[in-house]
């Protein structure tokens, strides 16, 4: 009992020494207190609207952080962007993004042929012939250089829906370049 009585008069006495220090601040730091307040408000609603999960593996990480406002030399091979993916493959995607690794780039050489992918020679992938529900599907064919502001993109799962089914990529369709989180 004797504790208990303890610990109520040091808590009413830390209730009154914060009412009276709370009562002296300046107009300085009321100003800063309201200041970092706003900050931490803006940064909560903000943050959430540029981070973004993704519910399959296309490209191995899960957790990325949107950079929607980016540079078109920020634009280059191997840069992982999110861009809008139009199929029936996939529910409710018409459309929904997709973060996808460009790997092919505007005046590089792309060959694709009976199913398989090379970047100026360089082995990129294969294309299957159904999808993982089991409906078939189509390979992209192209032999020749990619034209001034396109892209192949290509997620590192055998799955992905991807170039490989759906030809080259505007890069004015970019909606955002993906960091990954995890």
């Not at 959430?48 to 634009?75: C, E, M």
């Not at 529900?133 to 992905?160: H, L, Q, R």
Request: net charge positive; aromatic share 14%; proline share 4%.
């Amino acid at each position: 009992m004797e504790i208990l009585k303890r610990f109520r008069c040091l808590i009413n006495g830390f209730g009154a020494d914060f009412l009276n220090r709370t009562k002296q601040l300046k107009t300085k730091h009321l100003f800063c207190f309201v200041i970092g307040i706003a900050s931490i408000t803006y940064a909560g609603a903000s943050i959430p609207a540029k981070l973004s999960i993704s519910p399959t593996n296309s490209v191995g990480y899960h957790l990325f952080f949107y950079k929607k406002n980016f540079r078109k030399s920020d634009l280059k091979k191997n840069t992982m962007v999110v861009v809008p993916l139009y199929t029936r493959l996939i529910d409710n995607c018409w459309p929904c993004l997709a973060v996808k690794y460009i790997k092919c780039d505007a005046n590089d050489k792309l060959l694709a042929e009976t199913g398989s992918f090379f970047c100026n020679g360089i082995y990129l992938g294969t294309a299957k012939s159904h999808s993982q529900k089991g409906v078939p599907v189509k390979a992209f064919t192209y032999d020749g250089t990619i034209p001034e502001n396109y892209f192949f993109d290509m997620g590192t799962n055998i799955d992905s829906y991807d170039s490989r089914y759906t030809g080259l990529v505007s890069k004015d369709d970019i909606k955002a370049v993906a960091i990954p989180l995890f």
